[in-house]
Nanobody, 118 residues
Framework: QVQLVESGGGLVQAGGSLRLSCAASGIMSSRNVMGWYRQAPGKQRELVATSLSDGTTNYADSVKDRFTISRDNAKTSVYLQMNSLKPEDTAVYYC????????????WGQGTQVTVSS
């Protein structure tokens, strides 16, 4: 079992910045994908950014050039630096990790609220 603990959400004015953190604990493969997803009220959960353990990153078009995903050297923590925030970035942000050890595993954090006021 893997536990994901997120922190860093909050209320910020448009144009401001926030940094989300997610720490994973438990048994997991060092070859994994960690990422951030978000879900706004009345909308489906959507991908924000992912980071593979080999360093490859992927971003949703809506956050490119504003958000940066990064990981620690141990590959057990992932961060999301969010700059130039917009009201439409308001959502619950979820940390996610996926890996394969004989079977495919997919874990989610509890979510952290990000609210951007106009």
């Amino acid at each position: 079992q893997v536990q994901l603990v997120e922190s860093g959400g909050g209320l910020v004015q448009a144009g401001g910045s926030l940094r989300l953190s997610c720490a994973a604990s438990g048994i997991m493969s060092s070859r994994n994908v960690m990422g951030w997803y978000r879900q706004a009220p009345g909308k489906q959960r959507e991908l924000v950014a992912t980071s593979l353990s080999d360093g490859t990153t992927n971003y949703a078009d809506s956050v490119k050039d504003r958000f940066t995903i990064s990981r620690d050297n141990a590959k057990t923590s992932v961060y999301l630096q969010m700059n130039s925030l917009k009201p439409e970035d308001t959502a619950v942000y979820y940390c996610n990790v996926q890996f394969v050890i004989l079977a495919r595993y997919n874990y989610w954090g509890q979510g952290t609220q990000v609210t951007v006021s106009s």
